[in-house]
């Protein structure tokens, strides 16, 4: 297998070259460094022919072209020196501008996915052209790695499609379709797949007689085309987006920006050094390796079936969703998007009604107008039959519960379905409290039912936790794993507890919060605090954006479960014996009566907290805040760990980024542990034992810290 070549040479006319990208053994071609080798060798020969037209280059692999470079090449070079990552980047410059000296014009054909250095490849290469496939796309994703691109794409877009265009691609960091590429420039034609190959080659003609792919290479190699003023204004107006949209936690996109600003008014080989130099200065950082750690994470994820072995998965062809409201009709309309027949159901007319609207009008918006299609309505509404019978549910492959939080309701609904569904059919509920096992008893078939929980909104989060009880089988799980890779969800497999995975590890990190504001500490120094380590908000108001009467639901679950390791604060029931429940009431702990709808400070907050302040409480410092928040939940990730409720630490990791937006540049909570490492962490808790169980370490953490091992072996 080692010796199998990646790149097969062939001709389909006498004089056209056609090299085929084809990894052996793998679904995605990808640049390793005998990928890059074998590569140059091919072109070592091609360049010493002088019978040929053309070169054509395109993928073997259906829906990708290039998927970009071999990321574990990158782990393994982390620690290198940045003389060397300027020296490697300088190697792949190198070898791709050789497709833009050629005796003859270079044409890349692609087809489906082309991103990073596959999109850096295609650059270089003097013309492009792209299939109607709706999975093509190009783009340099690398900032979301904590990187820019490194083998000349900082360098070479800017002159073929403008500045403007290529700052955008490159700080954004996301993909555009053929149509986009075709607008700016950067791709010649846009052809149905079967024709890639033809096209390709009747391009090649075409630069034969016409010459032009020799002027554009003259001018692509000068500076940039744009005036002082531009320049400058440009740059001004893209740091200022750049800077909002990252908030200072991700330096790679500024510093692209800085690389290619800088390099506009210098020649292509110039412009090429500037981006080795900037990239080794991000090459291997703390960010870059967090980052990393979080492409692997999702890579793992979507290759991880929920359970070992080889288990077989049940055909999902129907879904029910039981009950209407916020969170039935978000995964109804998830269902309908993937074109999952849907079934919604709800015991009041009105709310169904409403429910099925709601799911319509989701499901037919469109991106590119920013407004409902009638096309897409008319494309979707077969999908989904809203009824208030049971016996239209009878025939349904899965049926997920989302009604209220009720565990009698929610066991009514259950024991009344039951018997009408197919035998092989499982049944499942998206609580978020309620332990599973429990709502098991008294089924016919508990190893058929699981826990499908979705986060709210259903139509961003990515994360669905799928739970096991006790009694659940290995099918029931595969299958409901399988069925939320479906709908485009990543989904992780949790044992049966208290506040499941997410929930359990959130509640903590809130409830301390809530402790902070008793001790007198002010609201906008803690979510001030919070945000600064890269949370999405602060706890106090993600408190309003859930609900307070929720929250107090919730943390009242969570106290009878923890009851050494909860503290039941006063200040929840008073604001919400008070009438404030947060941003659906208008008020909570902050104020959102007004024309925007945002929370604003409570002038009236303070007289409903007063009688509730502790006294002679210790003055904290944002230092003491950050471990007030996070140490406690890391401490709850540790026991989660020990009583075995996910079944890899990385699942912990991926549950708290997709599912509470916990910083990606910090590469998850246990990751960021590992940055810190355990005995260190154990004299962070040392001054905040006082505080009770809550803030005592773990044995697992007294155990890390005396091998000196981390979480991530």
């Known amino acids: 297998m080692a010796n199998e070549s990646s790149f097969q040479l062939s001709m389909p006319e006498a004089d056209i070259a056609l090299l085929t990208f084809d990894m052996p053994g793998k679904s995605a071609n990808i640049l390793s460094k005998p990928v890059l080798a074998e590569l140059a060798q091919h072109l070592d020969s091609l360049e010493a022919r002088d019978d040929l037209a053309g070169l054509v280059i395109i993928s073997a692999k259906p829906n990708i072209f290039i998927a970009g470079a071999d990321l574990r090449e990158f782990v393994a070079s982390m620690d290198i020196e940045p003389e060397q990552t300027a020296k490697m980047c300088g190697e792949g410059q190198s070898l791709f501008a050789r497709l833009s000296k050629t005796p003859f014009p270079t044409v890349a054909a692609i087809d489906g996915i082309c991103v990073g250095g596959g999109a850096e490849l295609a650059t270089w290469c003097d013309r492009r052209i792209m299939s109607d496939n709706p999975k093509t796309e190009i783009g340099f994703p690398e900032v979301k790695l904590g990187l820019f691109p490194g083998w000349g794409g900082t360098a070479r877009s800017p002159r073929m499609v403008g500045l403007a265009n290529a700052v955008e691609m490159v700080t954004g960091g996301a993909s555009i379709s053929a149509q986009e590429a075709f607008s700016m420039g950067l791709v010649s034609d846009i052809v149905p797949v079967d024709k890639l190959q033809s096209a390709a080659i009747r391009l090649i003609r075409q630069e034969q007689e016409t010459g032009e792919y020799k002027i554009d290479r003259e001018k692509w190699s000068g500076p940039v085309d744009i005036s002082e003023t531009e320049l400058g204004f440009l740059g001004a107006t893209a740091s200022a987006v750049i800077q909002a949209q990252t908030k200072g936690h991700y330096p790679a996109p500024l510093a692209a920006l800085e690389v290619m600003m800088a390099a506009a008014g210098a020649d292509i080989e110039t412009a090429c050094k ?37 288990v077989p998965t049940r055909d999902v062809n129907h879904v029910a969703v039981i009950g209407a409201g916020i969170m039935g009709a978000g995964i109804a309309a998830a269902n309908v998007k993937r074109k999952v027949p849907l079934t919604l159901s709800d015991a009041n007319g009105d709310a169904l009604a409403k429910g099925v609207s709601n799911v319509l009008q989701e499901v037919s918006f469109n991106r590119a107008t920013k407004s409902a299609d009638v096309e897409r309505a008319v494309e979707f509404a077969p999908l989904i039959n809203g009824t208030t019978s049971d016996s239209e549910i009878a025939k349904c492959d899965v049926v997920i519960e989302a009604v209220v939080e009720n565990f009698d309701v929610k066991r009514q609904i259950f024991a009344r379905l039951e018997p009408l569904l197919d035998e092989n059919a499982i049944l499942a509920s998206n609580t978020s409290t309620i332990p599973i096992t429990t709502l098991a008893e008294g089924l016919a078939r508990p190893e058929q039912f699981c826990g499908i929980h979705f986060f709210n909104p259903v139509r961003k989060m990515k994360l669905v936790e799928v739970i096991r009880g006790e009694k659940t089988n290995d099918e029931t799980v595969a299958t409901a794993v399988a069925y939320a890779k479906r709908l485009g969800k990543s989904p992780i497999v949790v044992n049966d507890g208290p506040g499941f995975l997410v929930n359990r590890l959130l509640f903590p990190y809130m409830n301390e919060a809530l402790e902070l504001v008793g001790e007198g500490v002010e609201i906008k120094h803690i979510e001030s605090v919070a945000k600064r380590f890269g949370m999405p908000m602060g706890p ?82 944002k230092k003491d805040i950050e471990a007030r928040l996070f140490l406690p939940m890391l401490l709850e990730a540790t026991r989660v760990l020990e009583s075995n409720i996910v079944r890899d630490a990385r699942d912990v990791d991926l549950g708290l980024i997709f599912g509470i937006g916990f910083p990606p ?33 773990t044995t697992m953490l007294e155990q890390m810290a005396a091998e000196g091992s981390k979480f991530y072996k």
Do not use: C
């Open 540 to 621: 106090i108001t993600l408190y309003d954006m859930v609900g307070l009467d929720t929250a107090l639901y919730a943390g009242r679950i969570m106290w009878e479960a923890f009851p050494n390791r909860i503290v039941a604060s006063p200040i929840l029931p008073a604001l919400v014996k008070a009438g404030r429940l947060g941003q659906k009431s208008g008020q909570g702990f902050f104020d959102y009566n007004n024309r925007k709808r945002r929370g604003e400070p409570d002038p009236t907050l303070g007289q409903l907290i007063e009688p509730h302040l502790k006294k002679d409480a210790t003055p904290l410092d």
């Open 665 to 697: 540049f910090k590469g998850g909570l246990l990751f960021w542990a590992d940055t810190i490492g355990a005995a260190n962490i154990m004299e962070m808790l040392k001054p905040l034992e006082h505080l009770g169980d809550r803030m005592k370490p």
């Open 274 to 310: 500037m981006e080795a130099e900037g990239m080794a200065q991000l090459f291997g950082s703390p960010i870059n390796a967090s980052l990393l750690n979080v492409f692997f994470l999702t890579d793992r994820n979507k290759k991880d079936t929920g359970v070992e072995g080889d």
